[in-house]
């Protein structure tokens, strides 16, 4: 938790212990073993060296072939093998969780639904997951998932106070997590979706989410427990998605004021464009100004000092802004900027 430039304290969900994720086979997490095959880098608990070997079905997969390592489900198959692999892949998990609470992480985000295509599967996943990161982490999970007995498998496996988890995520569609949420006193994120899918502008993102906190309020979940998403979209495949949600976030600040929280997946607004950090680090500070108080992001790239820091009267932050604002819908002046060396990040940052 970092204070933004209002003082307001600003909730972090680490968002890196997922099944989806990946490194670059030829990046500086990966390595190679002594019979030639590929594995991942990491720093052990006493701070020497390992390198935990890539699971043969990630190895096998399209991912790899393509230059891709999905690590994380790696680590969680070894672990789900149990075996010579299964230790040394739970120290892999805690030096990912380890790194995110020294960041500033609040939760840390786990998802299992890419470890396998079955329900009962995915769920022994991320019982294992909670398991191995609840062992050694100084902070609670957020249990991600789209499969609702996932949630449950989580919840069951965990050692913390329900009071103290995040499950993520409920939405119109997906009313029975609500259900889990307050027949175990967890907190939960509510996705400002609708049934016909995401949300076309900020009208629709505040009547889904109005619509969600109702009825968690109806079922005696408290205010305060509630995490409205009102759902981050790439600014280069929906140009207007980032000006919706800062004014949802605004209009839902005027509807419930301080008693609910909202939050979401604030890096999705850079994807496919270049200078990340940059776009990332502008629209959490714009975020934080409407109202958003938390955000599912990468604590250790998303330096919160760093960004609430910014100085918001330099080129890249304005050449940013504009971009995510609207006032450069096709990023041209943005992407012309980053071709001839104006968005340099350091010159954003406060002196």
Same mark, same amino acid.
């Given at each position: 938790?970092?204070?933004?430039?209002? !003082?307001?304290?600003?909730?972090?969900?680490?968002?890196?212990?997922?099944?989806?994720?990946? @490194?670059?086979?030829?990046?500086?997490?990966?390595?190679?073993?002594?019979?030639?095959?590929?594995?991942?880098?990491?720093?052990?608990?006493?701070?020497?060296?390992?390198?935990?070997?890539?699971?043969?079905?990630?190895? +096998?997969?399209?991912?790899?072939?393509? !230059?891709?390592?999905?690590?994380?489900?790696?680590?969680?198959?070894?672990?789900?093998?149990?075996?010579?692999?299964?230790?040394? +892949?739970?120290?892999?998990?805690?030096?990912?969780?380890?790194? /995110?609470?020294?960041?500033?992480? %609040?939760?840390?985000?786990?998802?299992?639904?890419?470890?396998?295509?079955?329900?009962?599967?995915?769920?022994?996943?991320?019982?294992? @997951?909670?398991?191995?990161?609840?062992?050694?982490?100084?902070?609670?999970?957020?249990?991600?998932?789209?499969?609702?007995?996932? @949630?449950?498998?989580?919840?069951?496996?965990?050692? /913390?106070? +329900?009071?103290?988890?995040?499950?993520?995520?409920?939405?119109?569609?997906?009313?029975?997590?609500?259900?889990?949420?307050?027949?175990?006193?967890?907190?939960?994120?509510?996705?400002?979706?609708?049934?016909?899918?995401?949300?076309?502008?900020?009208?629709?993102?505040?009547?889904?989410?109005?619509?969600?906190?109702?009825?968690?309020?109806?079922? /005696?979940?408290?205010?305060?427990?509630?995490?409205?998403?009102?759902?981050?979209?790439?600014?280069?495949?929906?140009?207007?998605?980032?000006?919706?949600?800062?004014?949802?976030?605004?209009?839902?600040?005027?509807?419930?004021?301080?008693?609910?929280?909202?939050?979401?997946?604030?890096?999705?607004?850079?994807?496919?464009?270049?200078?990340?950090?940059?776009?990332?680090?502008?629209?959490?500070?714009?975020?934080?100004?409407?109202?958003?108080?938390?955000?599912?992001?990468?604590?250790?790239?998303?330096?919160?000092?760093?960004?609430?820091?910014?100085?918001?009267?330099?080129?890249?932050?304005?050449?940013?802004?504009?971009?995510?604002?609207?006032? %450069?819908?096709?990023?041209?002046?943005?992407?012309?900027?980053?071709?001839?060396?104006?968005?340099?990040?350091?010159?954003?940052?406060?002196?």
């Amino acid at each position: 938790m970092r204070p933004d430039r209002s !003082g307001t304290p600003f909730l972090v969900v680490g968002e890196n212990i997922h099944a989806t994720r990946v @490194l670059r086979r030829g990046g500086r997490h990966a390595a190679e073993l002594e019979d030639g095959s590929v594995g991942i880098a990491f720093a052990g608990p006493d701070g020497s060296r390992q390198v935990l070997a890539v699971h043969p079905d990630v190895a +096998a997969s399209r991912d790899f072939g393509v !230059g891709k390592i999905k690590h994380v489900a790696s680590a969680i198959r070894w672990g789900l093998d149990g075996g010579a692999h299964a230790d040394q +892949a739970a120290a892999y998990i805690r030096s990912m969780a380890a790194r /995110q609470a020294a960041a500033g992480a %609040d939760w840390l985000d786990l998802n299992t639904d890419e470890v396998a295509s079955d329900s009962a599967t995915r769920a022994r996943a991320m019982a294992w @997951l909670v398991e191995v990161v609840e062992a050694t982490a100084t902070v609670p999970v957020s249990i991600d998932s789209s499969d609702v007995a996932v @949630l449950a498998a989580g919840v069951a496996a965990s050692r /913390q106070p +329900a009071g103290r988890l995040l499950l993520n995520s409920a939405s119109v569609e997906r009313p029975e997590v609500l259900e889990l949420a307050a027949a175990t006193g967890c907190a939960a994120i509510l996705a400002a979706s609708g049934r016909g899918g995401m949300p076309a502008n900020a009208e629709e993102r505040v009547a889904n989410a109005v619509a969600l906190v109702e009825e968690a309020i109806a079922r /005696q979940i408290p205010p305060g427990r509630l995490y409205v998403d009102p759902l981050v979209l790439p600014v280069a495949v929906e140009p207007e998605a980032p000006s919706h949600v800062l004014a949802a976030a605004r209009r839902l600040r005027v509807e419930y004021g301080d008693t609910i929280h909202l939050t979401g997946g604030l890096s999705n607004v850079s994807f496919g464009l270049p200078e990340r950090r940059l776009l990332n680090d502008v629209f959490i500070d714009l975020a934080a100004e409407a109202g958003i108080d938390g955000g599912i992001i990468d604590p250790v790239a998303s330096d919160l000092a760093r960004v609430f820091a910014l100085d918001r009267t330099t080129e890249p932050y304005r050449l940013a802004a504009d971009l995510l604002l609207g006032r %450069d819908p096709f990023g041209g002046e943005y992407v012309t900027a980053f071709r001839e060396g104006r968005l340099a990040t350091e010159g954003a940052a406060a002196g």
